[in-house]
């Protein structure tokens, strides 16, 4: 069986195939765990008369107390309401004590699972080679779904305790209360879980015509001239228009869940606070007193619709999170691809290409062109050469192996990698895998143990670093901005930039209400007085006007909104030169010409759309949990 097969029969592509293989386990862990559960429960009934209490103090104080002409009664009752507050303090506390009798035996129970898995491959009858994963399992993916399960557990709990009290506040208050908050918040909460499959669903085809456009835009801007030739232009067109029409569809489809999700939060968040008030006269009218409707907005206030947003909040993202750990810690294990014939011993290595008989190199894809040629680059910045064009990769590994110590496991191993000039080319993988490693190593300021980084035809080892400046420009996480004038921090990697230069870098990046803000470009800049996304578009202008071919951006735009980022790396893109990000959401990755997933195990290299054919990670860091049906490599 190919990985492909074995990954595609692992479930279907929402997520439910998921969802089965990780139920029963779930189910055995917490029948172990009754008495923890219990007195869980225990705590949590203490949250619930918590609840009650404040509500209930708040109504009584008016009633029996303010309006009745008897303030010392009303004082009484605020105070117990004062305690119920304060008694939370301790409930919290002996509910967290509980909990770690769930999370830390979760976590245990993990990391025997990924040691198990890791040994039974190395041992005779197992998979062989040397699970590079093991290390992302034990570290990341367990501190990930023990997090997101004590978050939910956090969660569950404290709605289901809190809406009791709460309720049963209003039921003590007067009946028709709940007539009056009960329907809008059982509607918003239906309508939201209603709309968790098919916004998956949604997204996932938002994803898939997003692709296929910008693959037909790239196949037609490669093949431009053979279009004109052959007449042909037209139904290419034709199709373009097609495919714009589908995404612009599809975006619609997701903007309207989107929508409902929005109103299923309005529902639930604001529609029972506006039902009350409006339904005061009616309820006025049959006897609800005015401190029961000061209690009512006080349990809805401070107790019930908290809860709920941060249930939705819980379910929409950790959920998520923890199911697709879970699957990946527990779920069976893919089987590994074959070693084609000719090839030597089983070891698993970072290959970012399917391996053929002889070493395995990550080059473009060019279809039916030689696979040393350049691709066609996205962004209006073609690749130089063609099939007959001997043309110098703007980066090149070969068999590159980094270990931090003489005796640590190789951080990547044997790594081939080959990007051509004009390519974008983005990096994901979970945390620790290697990214920034490669960044580094690209960049020269990381020798490897083994093997050969190449830039621009030449090796990167004992170059003369005001060479490698001219070379390349690395983009950290934390960008750095000195003191000085707008105008010095943008220039500074290319003191001869006009003022013509940098107005187009400040409006190619969308740096223009900054620095209108500070001044202009001759106002002085205090970095402390920036905040780090701002400081990262200074960072990515400076590169923008750098004269250097190669731009290597390390997750640079991750404190920029997703519009920011996409104009950044838009901008970047149609720069000349050569582009490497460490993708730090998924939209980066899908305007990429090609992307690298480093998984652990192996490399995988291609478009988007063959990464999620080849990648279990990558289908999951996407939401394709499992990749639809099986398809042959």
Known sequence: MTRGAGVGARGAGDGSGALRRVAPPARRFLARRTGVLARLALWSLAETGQAFLVGYGVA???DQGFLAGDAPRGL??????????????????????????????????????????????????????????????????????????????????????????????LLSLHPALLVVVLPPLTAGLALFLATLRPMAAAQRRALAADEALGDHAARSRAALRDLTAHGTAPGAARRGAELVDGAAAAARVLAGWAA?????????????????????????????????????????????LPALHT??????????????????????????????????????????????????????????????????????????????AAVEPAVELRSVTLSYGARAEPVLDSLDLRVAPGEHLAVVGPSG??????????AGTLAPSGGEVRVAGREVAGRDPAELAALRVLVPQEAYVFSGTV?????????????????????????????????????????????PGERQLVALARAHLSPAPLLLLDE??????????????????????????????????????????????????????????????????????????????
């Not at 005061?280 to 005015?290: H, I, M, N, S, Y």
């Not at 895998?433 to 690209?442: A, D, F, N």
């Not at 909104?561 to 050569?578: F, I, M």
Request: proline residues 8%; hydrophobic residues 45%; positive net charge.
């Open 311 to 388: 249930l939705m909040t819980a379910l929409g993202a950790a959920g998520a999170r923890l199911l697709v750990v879970l699957d990946r810690i527990i779920g069976p294990e893919p089987e590994p691809e074959p070693e084609p014939a000719g090839a030597g011993a089983p070891t698993v290595r970072h290959h970012a290409w399917p391996r053929p008989a002889h070493p395995a190199a990550c080059r473009p894809a060019t279809g039916p062109m030689d696979a040393g040629a350049p691709p066609p680059a996205r962004g209006g910045r073609p690749a130089r050469g063609g099939p007959t």
């Open 487 to 531: 105008g010095d921090n943008l220039a500074y990697l290319r003191p001869d930039a006009d003022r013509a230069d940098l107005a187009a870098a400040v409006g190619a990046l969308g740096l223009r209400p900054l620095v209108e803000r500070l001044g202009g470009l001759d106002a002085p800049v205090r970095p402390a007085g920036l905040s």
């Open 76 to 169: 009484l009752w605020l105070a117990i309401a004062l305690v119920a507050v304060l008694f939370g303090a301790p409930v919290i506390r002996g509910v967290f004590a509980q909990l770690a009798g769930l999370t830390e035996p979760l976590r245990d129970g993990l990391v025997r699972r990924a040691v198990d898995r890791s040994f039974a491959r190395a041992l005779p009858g197992g998979a062989g080679g040397t699970d590079r994963a093991a290390v992302s399992r034990l570290t990341n993916q367990v501190e990930i779904a023990r997090d997101s399960f004590a978050g939910l557990v956090l969660t569950l709990r404290s709605f289901v305790f809190t809406a009791a009290g709460a309720l049963l506040g």
């Open 433 to 442: 895998i290697g990214k920034s490693t490669l960044t580094r190593l690209v």
């Open 556 to 633: 640079a735009t991750c404190h920029l909104d997703p519009a920011s980022e996409a104009r950044a790396e838009e901008a970047l893109a149609r720069r000349p030169g050569t582009l490497l990000v460490v993708a730090h959401r998924l939209s980066s990755a899908v305007r990429a010409d090609r992307v690298l997933v480093l998984d652990g195990t192996e490399a995988v290299c291609g478009t988007h759309e063959e990464a999620l054919e080849r990648s279990p990670l990558y289908r999951d860091l996407t939401g394709h949990w499992n990749g639809g049906p099986a398809r042959e490599p």
């Open 260 to 304: 409902v999700r929005t109103a299923a939060l309005g529902v639930a968040g604001q529609l029972p606070v506006l039902a009350l008030l409006l339904a005061v006269p009616w309820l006025r009218g049959r006897g609800v007193t005015a401190g029961a409707l000061l209690g009512a907005f006080t349990y809805l206030v401070q107790s019930l």
């Open 60 to 62: 009584r104080a008016v």
